[in-house]
């Protein structure tokens, strides 16, 4: 049952009026992959599909100056109890310049009209799709119980054979949705993208109790300049979409990481001053420590390709070089968070 019948009956014209002026005009198409996922793994083919964030940008001055459209808007002018919900700023202040109250307004409406096509593109009004968005919409501004904060990380190649898992007090490993799958392996088709390994990690209710004593001494890292700054860097590489930009932030991750260890008199060149402690700290024989030193030496001189406006010789085998720069980053930051409470 609505709790706003006549912000509902608006809100479904202008949505159905949107629709109809889409159906009438030309739509942008972009590259897609259909993904069907299988015991095996998954399949994917190349699709055309409605590329939505453009019909945005094209159409967005027809759609939100539209007659039903601005009944949406007048009808919540003048309701003070939406003004005072819809219409509050990131500081939690209202909004009180009416065409900034108007093109705040424009964010919800634009998420409705996009969650729509995103379900249903063929532009047709679907009565149930929207009765879900609408309860959304009402939720958010009737609804007395407090939201749930959600932090969600993705972390690759990793299978639960639960469900969910529980970590401790409100964290949770959770398995990934259809849609949050089909979304990383069109990320992972990208050509600068990793790849993500044939067989992942399996995670299971024994591995909790290691679970929690990796968090608690990651927690407890964080409290170290240097390592905060480290691993932030290390997690925000898992967001871009390009090798040399994931370079960039391990390169940055290894200077904190390991600058701070080193006497200001025995600093020299970084890329050798780094090769050479890293090599020292995770080799144990001679010929691993050659072997990192190496793999470093090369990874430096790739970032400098890169930060220096690429200028000189391309870098060969580039995602080889990230790769190896990863591991041994991670295997540094892993050696040092366990020193540091041992």
């Known amino acids: ?10 809100c479904e014209t202008w949505l159905r009026r949107a ?45 939100f100056n539209l007659p039903e459209y601005e009944n949406v808007v007048k009808l919540i002018f003048n309701t003070p109890a939406l003004v005072s919900i819809l219409c509050l700023d990131a500081g939690g202040n209202i909004i009180v310049e009416p065409e900034q109250q108007k093109n705040w307004l424009e964010r919800y409406f634009a998420t409705l009209l996009y969650e729509h096509l995103k379900t249903n593109p063929d532009l047709s009004f679907s009565p149930d799709i929207f009765d879900r968005l609408y309860e959304q919409l009402e939720e958010y501004v009737y609804g007395s119980r407090p939201f749930v904060g959600v932090w969600s990380v993705h972390i690759r190649n990793l299978h639960l054979e639960r469900d969910t898992l529980k970590i401790k007090g409100g964290m949770y490993l959770r398995r990934a949705t259809h849609e949050e799958k089909v979304k990383a392996v069109k990320a992972a088709s990208h050509p600068d993208a990793p790849q993500i390994a044939d ?11 290691g679970l929690l004593i990796l968090w608690r001494r990651t927690k407890e890292a ?14 925000d590489s898992y967001t871009r979409s ?3 930009d994931r370079l960039i932030d391990y390169w940055i991750a290894l200077e904190a990481l390991f600058f701070a260890l080193i006497d200001k008199e025995y600093v020299g ?9 890293i090599s020292y700290y995770l080799g144990s024989t001679a010929s691993e420590r050659r072997s990192i030193y190496a793999a470093m030496i090369s990874s430096h001189k790739a970032r400098g390709h890169f930060v220096h406006g690429q200028r000189g010789k391309a870098v060969e085998s580039l995602d080889l070089v990230v790769k190896k720069t990863e591991t041994y980053l991670r295997q540094a930051l892993r050696k040092r ?3 540091r409470v041992n």
Request: no cysteine; aromatic share 6%; charged share 25%.
């Open 269 to 277: 060149n970084m890329g050798e001053t780094i090769a050479s402690t």
């Open 222 to 235: 964080l409290t170290e300049p240097e390592l905060a700054i480290a691993l932030s860097r290390f997690e």
């Open 242 to 244: 390009k090798l040399e």
């Open 1 to 10: 049952m609505s709790q706003n019948t006549a912000l509902r009956q608006a």
């Open 19 to 63: 629709l109809s002026f889409l159906s009438q005009v030309p739509m942008p198409m972009k590259d897609d992959l259909e993904v069907t996922f299988s015991e095996n793994g998954y399949s994917a083919k190349g699709i055309r599909t409605l590329d939505i964030p453009s019909v945005y940008i094209i159409y967005r001055q027809v759609l």
């Open 337 to 339: 968070i366990k020193e």
């Open 199 to 209: 067989i992942p990690e399996t995670l299971t209710e024994a591995d909790r109790e």
